[in-house]
Each structure stands twice: as C-alpha cells, then as structure tokens.
C-alpha cells in the first residue's frame, strides 16, 4: 500500500493540475471571502444602525457577522477540490493510463485505497490553502468589529477543510463510478454549484423551514461550515441579549434567527455541524463506494 | 501462491459483450523459453483475450492464468508479467522519466530502473520529454519501457510493432528472443504474420474468437508443400519419364512448362538426364505462410474479398489466345497416350473442343473427355459464357479433374496462388474433426469448431463438397458464395 501511495503523489506531482486547480481556488476564497466581508460589514452595520434608531440596547451590529463570509468563501471553494478528486479516477479512465495503473498493484481496490488516502490528503491541502484565502479576504474585507474571535475562526475554517475532504472523496467516487471526467465534471458542477443551491433555497422556504435540505449532499456540505456560523452569531446575540437584561430569548424567535443566518450563510435548513458532518460522511460513502463497486467490475478495454 | 513457472494457460476463456461473442472457449498455453504469436485478423478477438489474461476484462467463463494464478492473484503482478497494451496510456504532460517513475514506486523498483529501461528501448535521450509529444512509435518503445520496468518473467505485448519502424521491429525481434531465450515466456500478437513470423516458435492463431490453429509454428510451415517448376525441352518426354518414376502428380502450365508436386528439385534434375530430356530451367516455388494464414483466418471476412479473388482468373482465362500458336497446345496431346516425340498437333487435332487445354493424366478421364467432357470442358470451347463451373469444381477435385482451370492456373491469376495451391480451398470434408493434425487445439480440448484446414482435404482424393460443413465450423475460404461469413 505504501508503494501505491507514493505512486498516487508521484501522478499528482509530476502533472500540473495540482497547482492549476489551487491558484484559482485561492484566488476565488480571497475575493469572495473579501466581497463577503464587506457586504457583511454594511449589514451589520445596517442593523447597529436600525437597533440604534428604535432605541434597543444591545448592539448586534457588533456580532461576528464577518463568520458568514468565511463560511461563502469557504463553501464556493470546495468546488475546486471535488473538481480534483472527479478527475482522480475518471481521468486516468479517459487517458486510459489506469490500465498501467492496474497492471502494477495487487488488486484494484488496493489502487482506489492508495487514492483515497492520497485525495484526502490533498482535499486537506487544499482545505488549508482555502482556508488560509479566506481568512485573508475576510480580514481585508470585514470591519474588524464583525470578525469573529480566533477560537470560532477556526472552528469554521476547520468545518471548511473537513467539507473539502468530503468533497474530494465524493468527487473521487463520483468519477470512479462515472468513468468519465466530462460526465463526473458535469454531473458534480450542475448539482454542487446551480441545482443543489437553488434546490434548496426553494425547498426550505417550501416546507415551513424544515431541515430537508440539510438531508441533501450541498445542504449537509454547506452545513458544517453554515451552521458553525450560524450557531455562533446565534450565541452572540443569546450573550448580548442576555447581557442587556432580556433573558432568554423566545423558541420563535431563536428558530427565525437561525433560519436568517442559515440562509446568509448559504446553508438553508441545515443541522448543526456534527449532525451535518454525518450527514455528509454518509452521503460521500455512499457515492464512494458505489464507485469502487463499479470500479472492481469495469472492463478496462 | 504463483508457481513461478512462467507459464500462461487459457483455458476455455469466453467472453461476450453484450451481444456479441468477443471470445469463444479459447484455450492454449504459453511455455517458458519460447516466443508465442498470438495470431488473427482485427476484431479477432486479441486483445479481448489479453485483458481477460491480465484481469483488465473480466471472463464470461472459462480462466487464464500466469504462474498458475490468476493475475490478481500474482501479489505484486508488474514484477511478474510486463505487458504492452496499447501505445496510449500516457499522460500527456507527463514526462517519460516521471511516467516509468510513477510505476517503478508503485511496483517498487528503484527509481534509476526509470532510466535503464529507458536507455534499453532507446529512449535515453528522451526522458524529459512529455509523452505528449511523442510520435507512435516513441510511445509504442515507452510502453515496451513500462512493461520491462519490473524484469517481469513474462511479457504480454499487444501489436507491439505498430507505428514502429522496421529498424524498431527488427530491434524488437532481437530483444523478444533473447528475453524468450533467457527461459522468459513472450505472447504477442499481431494481426499481420509476416510482422512476426521472424520472431515466434508457437503460434496461436484465432478468428471471430474461436482458435483456428495452436501449434508450433515449424509445424505449420512443414504444412506447405512445395512444388517445383520445371521447363524442358520436351515436357511430353519428361512427364512420361516422372511418372516412370511415380512422380504422378504433375501439371502443365500453359507456357509449357511443368509442375511438379512431390518431388525434389534433385530428383526431377536426375530423370530428366537419365530420360534425356534438356532443363532450361528449374524453380521451387514454396506457398507462402501468409497465405495458409489467411486460409485460417479469412473466414471472417468471408463474402466479398473471397469472391473477388476467384472472379479474376476466369477473365484472365477467357482471354487467353484460343487458337493453337505457337508451342502453347504442344503439351495438349496427352502424354498417357501419345508416344513421347509425338509432335502436338496430332493431339490437338484429336481433341473434340481443343486441345488447348492440358490433359488429365490419367487415362480414364481422358479418354472420358472427348464425349463427355468433364465440367469446365465445355466453357472452355466456348470462350465467351462465363467460366465459373470451370473453376469452381477443379478447386476441389484438382488432382482427379484437373482439365478446367488446370493448365490455365498461372496464367489467369499469375500473382496468385493456384487454386488449391496456397490458399487452402477445400470445404471442410466432414470427418476433419476426427483427424486433426498435429499442433491442433483438439489435442487439448477438442473446441466445438473445425478448424479451417483445407490444405490437408487436398492431399487424399477430395470428394466433392456437396453438403455444407457443419454451422459452427470454421468456414474455409474457398467456399461457395454465400456459404461465407456466420459473422
């Protein structure tokens, strides 16, 4: 296994996608987390302001509002590592080097393994170079009074790096069970970045704020990063409000805050993290394994 | 556990995609020491049977094995067998260093075996190149690189001489038999004979998924029978006298020299000086092996390339000078009969149609002729109806009927093979199964076809094909229109 895994990095690092898919994936969490934080910043700053006008004495202006655009920036990311982890089997099917590549291991499904360990290795590396892009655009972007304290920074950027793990191995099984890096690409781009979120913008609002979106892959994957944020702004203002003397806030309106903030963070319906983090596992093992069952059975001609 | 025997055994191996039957219960084995061909037109069924034999292509039944295992069963299988699958599986953007890199570490030779087998294939100079940018036969020699990369104890090459250039091939030749010499096992197949007929020991030879021929190939070659041509200064004189000598099975060509089946050039040299008769010229003419591979193969593509090749000698035939001229009929007189100096024109005058046509040489059917002249007889007087009962029939009786198309052989289809010659014509005869030669697949596990053996229907007194070979028999070319291709 060691030596299929040194030869699984050696295909990565001997081609230029690699890099070629992380330059852009960067660049991409720089500039949305960096629009994020300032259109965050003007709604927080919008909602100091209208607090203020109606004379209410907690000041939600000043909650981490900053979270949600790591959060955007975060989860438009993710698209970059699925992409790699699509083209990890699918692309040595369309280039037929797979045939080599099953020639030289013991059994196929040792290959796949070498290549699961290998893409989530890189789904970390390139959940760490998002992550770190992120946090560079938010802080350019965001007043520094919406940013988050450094504890729950990390909370989300680690939720980010765990959904880009998921992403590159569902993408990884996806192509696997495809076989071809234009259908895997297709299939996975459609869903991840047009269907799945319109799907559930539509769908949350449609079932009186239930949590079926947080079922779907997109909405569970946007979940671990959404509802660390989401969770988070909402314990701010339970601190503030409770501070000002206001007690507990009502189940009502906890539930409307967190349907808001879910929506802001791009996760509508979505569990908590650990919950959305299951949700997801489940989701890429399924995709994974049915890859590596149709995997064991192709005829590679 | 592998054996380390370096032996492949196919075994019943089948498969179909779908529909179509890739593969049909195919069975051999290769041996250590010895180059096998694996032999068969395109579409054959080839590279099917390779994939299935390294694991790539999944059996419908039957198995193939390498050192007694089945490939997934070999544990580190790139040091075991090295194979050439297709000039393809690279990487554009990947250098040629760091594509035999990628393998070495997943077979786990060290990472300098990269620029040995690069040097050993002649690609030394071009491992910093992106196999992108390689031309066919670059790649063919990189895939070569691969499979050598772990010094496997058999090589699989799949038309490993395509896109490669005859210094290559002739490279590659050299290589296959001292690799095969060193007690390593080589399969390689190719859908052109010639490509390897230089390089293999045994040949296994296949189409539409079903083995045709599996033996050595020495054996296929004794098949082929010689036949020595001859041109006296008397052909009447020299005939009588080979037949004196039990050298009977001649036949004149219509430039008025002999050929002589069965005989050596030595012997026919000595009759003729003893019986006085003067030899301008002397030729073996050997069938070629290519073409008793397109007689087992050529069932295939049964129909229309078959046809075409019979359709030419009449034409050439019905054009020819039917008039006597020359020295052409001289040999028509009909040596049984007629004293030896017996200058032609007699003959001629004798014979009803013409005496154009060479007799038979045995008596009885000669003197048949005359009244009832066999089948091609009569087309032959008549030049313009269309000759083809006078080809059809001879093809299958030639030793018995020989007059139509006999004398006439060379001429109307000078390139090609007799009938019956090379190419082997004879619709199966029913009872081939029983009798297989030797080398054949029946020795192992008798398949359910009969393979195209048309060449061995020939030597003992053909009868003539009326009925149709069996359904799944393998369907020799010389067959009927419409017999051709279950395809």
Known sequence: MGRLIKAEFRKILTTKMWW????????????????????????AAGVGDALDDANVDIDLGTMSWASLALTRAMNFATLFPMVFGALAVASEINRRTITTSFL????????????????????????????????????IGADAEVLPETGDWILILLSGVVACVLWTLLGMGMGALLGSPVAALLVLLLYAGLVGPVMELILTPATNYSHLAGFLPNGSANGLTGSTASDLLLREAQDLVSAGGGGIIPQDAVDGFNQFTRFAAGAPGAFSLWISGLIFLGWTAIFFGFGIYRNQTRDIT | MQDGS????????????????????????????????????????????????????????GFATINGQPFGGLGNPGRVVGAVLEAQGFHPGRTARDHLRVYAAAMGVPDQRADEVLTLVGLGGAGGRSAGGFSLGMKQRLALATALLGDP???VLDEPANGLDPEGIAWLRTFLRAFAASGRTVLISSHLLAEVEQMIDQVVIISRGQTMYYGMLEELRSRQQSRVIVQPADPQKLA???????????????????????????QIGDIAA?????????????ADLEQMYFGLTSGQYAGQAQQGGYATPPQGYQQQPQPPQGGYQQPSGGFPQQPPPGYAPQGYQQQPPQGYQPPPPQAQQYQQAPGTPPGGWQQQGMPPQPPSGAWGAPDHQQQQQPPAGWGVQPQGAPQQPPPGWGAPQAPQAPQAPQTPAGGWEQQQAPPPQTPADGWEQQQPPGELPAAPPPPEQEQPPGQQPGQGGNA
Do not use: C
């Open chain 2, 240 to 266: 009588v006298a080979l037949r004196e000598a039990k050298i009977t099975n001649i036949q004149p060509t219509p430039d008025g020299k002999l050929a002589v089946i069965g005989a050596t050039v030595q």
């Open chain 1, 20 to 43: 070629a898919l992380l330059i852009p994936s960067v660049a991409l969490a720089i500039g949305w987390a960096w629009l994020g934080g300032l259109a965050f910043s003007d709604i």
């Open chain 1, 104 to 139: 030289t291991a013991p059994t196929r499904a040792s290959v796949l393994s070498a290549k699961a360990v290998v893409y989530v290795l890189w789904g970390l590396v390139y959940g760490v170079v998002v992550a770190i892009g992120a946090t560079i655009g938010t802080a």
């Open chain 2, 6 to 61: 370096g032996r492949i055994v196919v075994q019943n191996l089948s498969k179909n995609f779908g529909q179509v039957a890739a593969v049909q219960n195919l069975s051999f084995h290769v041996e250590p020491g010895s180059v096998t061909g694996f032999l068969g037109p395109n579409g054959a069924g080839k590279t099917t049977t390779l994939r299935m034999l390294l694991g790539l292509v999944r059996p419908t039944s």
């Open chain 2, 153 to 155: 104890q058999v090589l």
């Open chain 2, 274 to 286: 003893t019986a006085g008769v003067a030899l301008y010229g002397v030729q073996e003419e050997r």
